[in-house]
């Protein structure tokens, strides 16, 4: 395998994190034949990536992951992804599939904050500028909205102990977030446990399912 040159190391790690992982792979193969780099692969980007500690998914720049919009706001990508499956919610925020991924443009974070500002509730005026990168619109939905939308609260059908999110009865049980989600969702078990649980949450506030997606890379 060919050494890599600082040349390309700085030039991948500048933009790693800023664009969908597919755009940068076929834009630093662009990059190559103008500079006469070696072509690299998708793998060897990727392994330079991890070796340097950089992210291949982007979640800092102009194109979010959802867990990368997760991250900023410092809360669960579960709940992110809650989020998408309002069909109110995807038709502001527009998600791209990018080699099945979807990504979420920030000014579709900022057109959300303006039309359903709700949806944002419960965050810090400084959580919401990280996403947002707009001081006077985070400071706006911070401060109308300064508790999360919905009931978030779920039960335990056995013991019918009742705890303030999927996440708190996660940490209680010593299982992942995902677990006790999926199994509300799937109307099931949590097999580990023997136990089940169901969401306090009205109809009106259970998210609609996510019925179109654009896999327009």
């Known amino acids: 395998m060919t050494r890599w040159t600082s040349e390309e190391i700085d030039w991948l790690e500048e933009r790693a994190g800023q664009i969908p992982f597919p755009e940068l792979v076929r834009n630093m193969k662009r990059k190559a034949k103008q500079e006469g780099w070696p072509e690299r692969t998708e793998h060897a980007i990727i392994c330079r990536l991890h070796r340097t500690g950089k992210h291949a998914l982007c979640r800092h720049g102009e194109w979010l992951t959802l867990g990368g919009a997760a991250d900023l706001l410092g809360c669960p990508a579960t709940r992110v992804e809650a989020w998408l499956r309002q069909a109110r919610n995807t038709a502001v925020l527009q998600p791209r599939w990018v080699g099945g991924t979807r990504y979420v443009e920030r000014c579709a974070w900022r057109r959300l904050a303006r039309e359903r500002p709700c949806v944002l509730g419960g965050f810090s005026a400084d959580a919401l500028f990280l996403l947002l990168e707009d001081r006077e619109l985070a400071e706006s939905v911070a401060t109308r909205y300064r508790r999360p939308q ?68």
């Open 150 to 217: 919905g009931d978030w609260r779920v039960r335990c059908v056995e013991t019918g102990r009742i705890y303030a999110s999927c996440g708190a009865a996660a940490k209680a049980h010593h299982v992942t977030q995902a677990c006790i989600s999926l199994a509300i969702r799937k109307r099931r078990t949590v097999a580990s446990l023997g136990l089940t649980f169901e969401a306090l949450r009205s109809a009106a506030d259970t998210p609609q399912p996510l019925r179109v997606r654009n896999r327009t890379a």
